[in-house]
């Protein structure tokens, strides 16, 4: 069955880099994008960037300058990098599956997500 | 980017009861437009696709409707596990936007 799993540190300081992977089951990433999301404590939802099913890739403009998704075919896992990391930045990540057809695009299959809090 | 507006950011429900949420696009999203419903911590699921098409295994308690710019999401008969915050979502435009959250609680 379809799974997304994510990783990485629970603790970054702030300047630092995060770096987050997402490993992914059930399907293959040439034929999905795949997604990163993240939630502040308490707030809402907000779209960060996608890699296409290409490789191509799309970033949320408020944050390009600072993200980078880049993915690994053979071990079916997409990492996400974002320096100069914020207390701001510290949300709940998670990944999700783009689903495109006749009948829209959305996500349908979400990672259980992961906490990471940014330490000043 | 196309701005989703969500309506009421809050509200409570009796068991039983029907209640609507309502999801505004700053412009037409030709129906593209899904409902996802987020229990306290976990992650979002799939409720409602292309403004009314119920994601398998969904109960056929919620049903979604609406085209152009006004979505709603229904609950006919309120149950306790339907609490949570449920979320709209347009994937007509790049990028995709989330309307804002509306909290559902058991009165």
């Known amino acids: 069955q379809v799974q997304l799993k994510e990783s990485g540190p629970v603790l970054v300081q702030a300047s630092e880099t995060l770096s987050l992977t997402c490993t992914v089951s059930?399907?293959?990433?040439?034929?999905?994008?795949v997604i990163w999301v993240r939630q502040p404590p308490g707030k809402g939802l907000e779209w960060m960037g996608i890699?296409?099913?290409?490789?191509?890739?799309d970033y949320n403009s408020a944050l390009k300058s600072r993200l980078s998704i880049n993915r690994d075919t053979s071990k079916s896992q997409v990492f996400l990098k974002m320096n100069s990391l914020q207390t701001d930045d510290t949300a709940i990540y998670y990944c999700?599956?783009?689903?495109?057809?006749?009948?829209?695009?959305?996500?349908?299959?979400w990672g259980q997500g992961v906490m990471v809090t940014v330490s000043s | 980017d196309i701005q989703m507006t969500q309506s009421p950011p809050s509200l409570s429900a009796s068991l039983g009861e029907t209640v609507s949420i309502e999801c505004r696009a700053s412009e037409d999203i030709y129906s593209n437009l899904a409902w996802y419903q987020q229990k306290s911590g976990k992650s979002p699921q799939l409720l409602i696709y292309?403004?009314?098409s119920l994601q398998d295994g969904v109960p056929s308690r919620f049903s979604g409707s609406g085209s152009g710019t006004q979505y709603s999401l229904k609950i006919s008969g309120m149950q306790p596990e339907d609490e949570g915050v449920y979320y709209c979502?347009?994937?007509?435009?790049?990028?995709?936007?989330f309307g804002g959250g509306t909290k559902l609680e058991l009165k």
């Open positions: 059930g399907f293959s990433l040439t034929n999905y994008g």
């Open positions: 999700t599956r783009d689903y495109y057809s006749s009948y829209g695009y959305y996500f349908d299959y």
């Open positions: 979502l347009q994937g007509s435009k790049y990028p995709p936007t």
């Open positions: 292309y403004a009314s």
């Open positions: 890699i296409w099913r290409n490789g191509n890739t």
